[in-house]
């Protein structure tokens, strides 16, 4: 049995791991280091190009059970990001390097797996392949799959990373360290702002400088990984209710919640670098450093990364996709990753997973596992090829895409955590079967 793996990021790794872990001889081709994107600044596989954070950890949200389906059942990614993992109060952060060098080594040690490095522009004619090349595909291969999926193929958003600082050089005088409602333990650094520091702030980022992208507008901007200067825009208050929250942080110096926060969150594990939460941005680079050092704590900020912006191109998936990630018109060929439409690492992570247990069944001659609506990993199959979608967008799991229960269940986190516990029952019913 053999299969053909393009890209090594978050969700390629994962199909490759597990195709080559049911016995699948695996070609798993990665343009690094030979080319790389404007996103990425490493060799390594599955390189974190964002945030450091896989989001939060309790089975009271969605992609907290996500996660947890994907640990019962074998997934590397979720084996590397808990061994690396930061504190990171009710999230999963990891160490952003170590947990890329550890998923590099795992899969470069992989008996099954042969590794070859270069750009692929052309599909291979033949055979099973998975083409997990993420939102930032080279060029040279877009078209291709262009004139294989016509039209459809070129939709595409807007994706932006945050800067990253120097522990040594936030002035821990003008912050506290504390998680929100004292949930877990005080992980972030949290920078206080007043009204009036605020209101300077947001004045400055709302006309500070962009920096050009072709063809931006802020109607592509997805929703979930918006420029903080593009929610500005929105109101002078909505950053308030946004990453600048200030509900359930309290200022120990004054007993008070401030107006305004900005957290910090460790980016390695030796807690040297952290990333300004909810600070994606796309403006020009002296401008961040400008507008962003109007934060007290971070006036005298060592910025060792700014912000970036890059396009993002995702399939039409309802219409060229089946649940199984597979390309209607040409089974053989599976996507996998942000290209189908799930959005954030740990769902793309699920998507490479989905791909490479159903590959491998398929080349043993099984049938398919098809994991219900009621899991997290079936629901993101089938939302992304729900044919009765009208207007595609990127979406993480939510549990709106789950069915109910068919029962009342008395507060927010109650139901969600019996929708996560009914999920994680078909989860353990199917894992012999999915395992093997």
Known sequence: MQATVIGAGLAGSECAWQLAQRGVSVDLWEMKPVKRTPAHTTDYFAELCCSNSLRGAGLENAVGLLKEELRRLGSLILSCADATSVEAGGALAVDRHGFAALVTERIKSHPNITLHTGEVTELPAEGEVVVATGPLTSDALAQRLEGLLGEGCDLHFYDAAAPLVSFESVDMDSAFFASRYDKGTPDYINCPLTEKEYQRFWEALTTAQEAPVHGFEDSQVFEGCMPVEVMARRGRDTLCYGPLKPRGLRDPRTGKEPFAVVQLRK????????????????????????????????????????????????????????????????????????????????????????????????????????????????????YISDESVTHFQPMNINFGIIPPLGYKVKGKRNKNAALSQRSLEQIDALQKEICQ
């Open 267 to 382: 980016d390695n594990s030796a807690g040297t670098v952290y990333n300004l939460v909810g600070f994606q941005t796309h403006l020009r680079f002296p401008e961040q450093k400008r507008v962003f050092s109007m934060i007290p704590a971070l006036r005298d900020a060592e910025f060792l990364r700014y912000g970036v912006m890059h396009r993002n191109t995702y399939l039409d998936s309802p219409r060229l996709l089946d649940r199984y990630y597979r390309l209607k018109s040409q089974p053989r060929i599976s996507f996998a990753g942000q290209m189908t439409g799930v959005e954030g690492y740990v769902e793309s992570t699920a998507s490479g997973f989905l791909v490479g247990v159903e590959t491998a069944r398929r080349l043993a001659g099984l049938p398919p596992v098809d994991f219900p609506r009621e899991t997290a990993i079936g629901a993101l199959g089938l």
